[in-house]
């Protein structure tokens, strides 16, 4: 595998379940991110950890949790969702501290609330 | 606030047909502005980096350009599969990873 990998693809739950997104890059980076792409708006930053530790939580309803276990995964946590939390959900990673170095996505995991 | 705004919102070419899309944007202090390509069900993919007003980098029939508030996307002579989503994003010089996205251009080319 290269790259940012993002799994599911795809995702349909219900408010009141419980499921989590995962992330792997596979590039060496010691950052990773969670970004949420919503239609027509740009995409939005909602968490960021460096060397594993959170650095940025960008106002994300608590129903959103983050976990970074390492360097070369990442976790999104989601619980009693709201309808509007359905989006395309990207994660994406980059090496800290280097300047200018670009962030590289995976392709996202389209989440659905019913 | 620092801001990134593309126009246009969309735009429809014939294969062929040169053009350009803006990237406008206030930051405080500018470490460097990105390009991505982003297709349907797929992230963005990374095109270009700039960095400083004056430079210019190209890819294929891509060249992106940079001045003190804007950015252009060059398209010469595209063709369909340069149909796509483009977008572009700032950082700021207080931050070595937060990037401010625009909303993107969605581009068309018709054979």
């Known amino acids: 595998e290269t790259g940012v990998t993002q799994t599911p693809r795809h995702l349909v739950m219900g408010m009141t379940n419980k499921k989590s997104l995962k992330c792997e890059q596979h590039?060496?980076?010691?950052?990773m991110y969670w970004y949420k792409q919503s239609a027509k708006k740009p995409l939005e930053l909602m968490f960021v950890?460096?060397?594993?530790?959170?650095?940025e939580n960008n106002s994300v309803p608590s129903r959103f949790s983050p976990e970074c276990p390492n360097s070369s995964h990442l976790f999104l946590h989601l619980h009693t969702l709201q309808p509007e939390d359905s989006a395309l959900y990207l994660c994406?990673?980059?090496?800290?501290?280097?300047?200018?170095?670009?962030?590289?996505f995976g392709d996202g995991t389209r989440l659905s609330i019913l | 606030e620092d801001q990134v705004t593309q126009s246009p919102e969309a735009l429809r070419l014939q294969e062929g047909e040169s053009s350009s899309l803006n990237c406008s944007y206030t930051?405080?202090?500018?470490?460097?502005l990105f390009w991505y390509r982003q297709d349907p069900g797929k992230g963005p993919e990374f095109l270009f980096t700039?960095?400083?007003a004056g430079e210019e980098k190209e890819k294929e029939r891509l060249k992106a350009t940079l001045t003190k508030k804007e950015s252009f996307l060059h398209i010469t002579a595209p063709k369909p599969e340069d149909s796509a989503t483009y977008l572009c994003?700032?950082?700021?010089?207080?931050?070595?990873?937060?990037?401010?996205f625009g909303s993107g251009t969605r581009l068309l080319v018709r054979p």
């Open positions: 994406a990673s980059s090496q800290a501290g280097q300047s200018n170095q670009p962030q590289h």
């Open positions: 590039l060496g980076h010691n950052a």
């Open positions: 950890y460096n060397f594993k530790e959170q650095t």
């Open positions: 930051v405080s202090g500018l470490r460097g």
């Open positions: 700039l960095y400083s």
């Open positions: 994003a700032v950082q700021n010089m207080d931050s070595s990873y937060k990037l401010i």
